[in-house]
């Protein structure tokens, strides 16, 4: 789950890792009252939406004085950003963050990721703040300083020194870069983090640590036992369509294609798209109904794929193991009587009861087009869009 | 075969759940060796199937000689289970849960660091050796004995691929699923590795998918080390960057864990690569005929 930088810097604060006053706004007017509130003459405002290069869009502001706030929140409130994380639709700006304009001395950059391949949490620091961090570890990674923390034992003081001295910091700072990475592990471990981002992490004019940008995501797997960041989700930052699927426990992503897809299983799911791919047509989506394919997760699948108006032929595919052929073809055929589908579908069933499966789909009074083989199914959904 | 065999005597953790219960039947049904399951708080009583029930795994090790366990707890407490099984010093325990906090994995990874125990998963459908066992929830009926390995980040996916092995009469040694997430026991290279020394096994296939490297890592460890053919199917080359494609491990992030990073990887290796997921059984065909 992705969070706002506001909402980022609200754990951040309750976890005393400093960062700039500042506050939300959902228009011009409480942009205003947030900047009056700060003890500064110089302020920034900054569109919320969740996707990074929102300076290079327009969506970062200095303003130098209240008027320039309403002037600029005005701006940015209801312009759609497009950056190199949005995809070309774009994000609408819902929400703003005022805070206090910060001198800036040194811009830095500081992380935690897991590392995959020692499963384990990695502390990453970096000289090279307020650059695409991506662009830092493929040209220059060894600008990119990791420590490795240990499960059970946590950041150890001398690691956090060690980053500390790697930044380039001296004397007090860096007992105040430590205690800022002992805080900032604190909010990442408390809160089921899968990744923290400060980019910038600055050094003020008069010296001290702090974190000008904040981006958290968390573990979907923990939101559980994380209500209070589950708190945060904002459902306008999503494709309404996969916000409805994960009301029916369906995983659904919506594409740019026409060939609507509905699979069993992750792996499968995909699979299913690079297929429709290869034999020249494009995946609507990424759609997996999991181990159950009863006449409600197929009607609720048929819902959210036909809600997509580019689809232009739907692809079942269905492995079946322990869930049974046969059921699988009588809730396609159930579903079809709640959800009306206007366009082709390709049925393929394989596995257990695949025969009488098919048998059921071909004496039904739909008319479905009936494929054996994964190569086969791709064949004719790809043929029925050019018809 | 690897892992599974004949003297694969099986502990079932969360054998009274549903979940737990309905793939214990299908497990003796296979002619897995079901020898205990394990419930805290149900210990001494039977399953409807005659599997006896356990209060910890120690007790199902130490009274039923229970070797591998499979779990099917639900995910806030699968971490414990694991260490629970790995406590009891069993070989194999693998895990079929999915959802499990990766923080909790990040502790159950450094916990299984100096000990004995191999883990399979967690979130994967388990290991089958045709003839001998199967442990998990994939549908036995579709695998063959033979002596080809399988090995997959997928569930339905490696189905698919064991179907289009089967039905062109290749039959499989042992099929693994590694799991879907991003922290997991035994990924390819250690499977790789016990393939390799399996006189059983001829050849293998791998499937892939988008995120993490492992399958960059196995197919440089591979072109070093492994002595047999592998087949490789990558699934993802249509997924978009940053979106998680089901599976918490199947996410392309700061341009990393490309689909195409990872074919350009493996045919770099030597590695046959099928640009289809139809195309899994044909190529492994034509390999073997060579």
């Known amino acids: 789950m992705n969070i706002h930088e506001y909402q980022a810097k609200e754990i951040f604060r309750k976890y005393n890792v400093p960062v700039p006053n500042g506050g939300v706004a959902y228009s011009a007017e409480e942009a205003l009252n947030v900047a009056k509130s700060l003890d500064s003459n110089i302020f920034v405002v900054k569109a919320q939406i969740h ?197 029916y426990n369906l995983n659904y992503i919506k594409l740019d294609g026409n060939v609507g897809c509905m699979v069993n299983g992750a792996g499968l799911a995909m699979g299913t798209m690079d297929i429709i791919k290869l034999y020249g047509g494009e995946p609507a989506n990424f759609l997996d109904v999991g181990g159950v394919a009863n006449p409600d997760t ?42 009306k589908v206007s366009v082709p579908i390709v049925v393929r069933l394989a596995g257990t009861n695949a025969e009488e499966g098919a048998r059921l789909l071909a004496n039904s009074d739909i008319d479905f087009i009936v494929a054996t083989s994964l190569a086969e199914a791709a064949e004719k959904v790809t043929a029925a869009i050019k018809e | 075969m690897i892992l599974v065999n004949n003297d694969t005597k099986l502990v079932v953790q969360g054998i009274t ?47 039923a000689q229970a070797n591998t366990s499979v779990i099917f707890v639900p995910p806030p407490f699968a971490a414990d289970a694991i260490m629970e099984a790995v406590d009891a010093e069993l070989d194999l325990v693998i895990c079929i849960t999915e959802g499990i906090p990766t923080a909790d994995m990040v502790k159950v990874h450094a916990y299984m660091a100096d000990k004995k125990t191999r883990m399979v998963g967690p979130n994967c459908p388990g290991v089958i050796s045709p003839g001998a066992g199967k442990i998990g929830i994939m549908p036995g009926f579709i695998h063959q004995e033979g002596k080809v390995g399988v090995i997959s980040r997928s569930g339905t996916l490696t189905y698919e691929a064991v ?76 997924a978009p960057p940053g979106r998680r494609m089901g599976h918490a491990g199947a996410i392309i992030s700061g341009g990393k864990g490309t689909a195409s990073d990872k074919i350009a990887a493996l045919k770099a290796a030597g590695i046959a690569v099928s640009e289809s997921p139809a195309g899994i059984g044909e190529l492994m065909e034509e390999i073997l005929k060579k």
Request: charged content about 20%; hydrophobic content about 40%; glycine content about 12%.
């Open chain 1, 51 to 247: 996707a990074g290069g929102r300076g290079k869009a327009g969506g970062v502001k200095i303003a130098k004085n209240l008027d320039e706030v309403t002037l600029y929140a005005n701006e940015i409130l209801g312009k759609t950003l497009i950056t190199h994380q949005t995809g070309l639709a774009g994000k609408t700006v819902g929400r703003l963050l005022v805070e206090e304009g910060i001198d800036i001395a040194r811009e830095l950059y500081m992380g935690i990721v897991l590392d995959r391949q020692t499963g384990q949490f990695v502390f990453m620091v970096s000289i090279e703040g307020g650059m695409e961090i991506e662009k830092v570890a493929s040209e220059t990674p060894e600008k990119i300083i990791k420590e490795w923390i240990e499960p059970g034992m946590g950041l150890q003081a001398f690691q956090a020194r060690k980053l500390a001295y790697a930044l380039g910091l001296q004397g007090v700072q860096v007992r105040e870069a430590v205690k800022f990475m002992f805080a900032l592990w604190n909010a990442f471990n408390a809160s089921d983090a899968s990744l923290v981002e400060i980019n910038p992490l600055v050094v003020t004019g008069s010296g001290h640590v702090m974190a000008l940008d904040a981006k958290m995501n968390f573990d979907d797997n923990a939101l559980y036992r994380q209500a209070e960041i589950f708190k945060y989700r904002d459902l306008s930052e999503e494709e309404p369509s996969e916000v409805e699927a994960s009301s």
């Open chain 1, 298 to 339: 197929v009607s609720n699948g048929f819902r959210i794929i036909m809600s997509d108006s580019n689809v232009k032929a739907v692809l079942i595919n269905i492995f079946g193991g322990i869930v049974r052929c046969d059921r699988v073809a009588m809730g396609i055929i159930l579903a079809l009587e709640k959800v």
């Open chain 2, 17 to 63: 759940g549903s979940e737990g219960s309905f793939h214990t039947e299908q497990m003796l049904e296979y002619g897995t060796k079901v020898v205990a399951g394990v419930t805290p708080g149900k210990g001494g009583q039977t399953t409807e199937t005659g599997v006896p029930i356990f209060n910890t795994v120690q007790e199902a090790r130490d009274k």
């Open chain 2, 163 to 238: 179907h289009q092995l089967s039905s062109r009469g290749i039959g499989q040694s042992t099929c693994i699923g590694i799991g879907g997430d991003p922290i997991i026991g035994s990924n390819f290279i250690d499977l790789l590795n016990l393939f390799n020394q399996d006189d059983g096994t001829d050849a293998v296939v791998m499937i892939g998918e988008i995120g993490g490297t492992a399958e960059e890592e196995a197919a440089e460890w591979a072109q070093k080390h492994f002595t047999k053919p592998i087949v490789a199917f990558i699934a993802g080359t249509t």
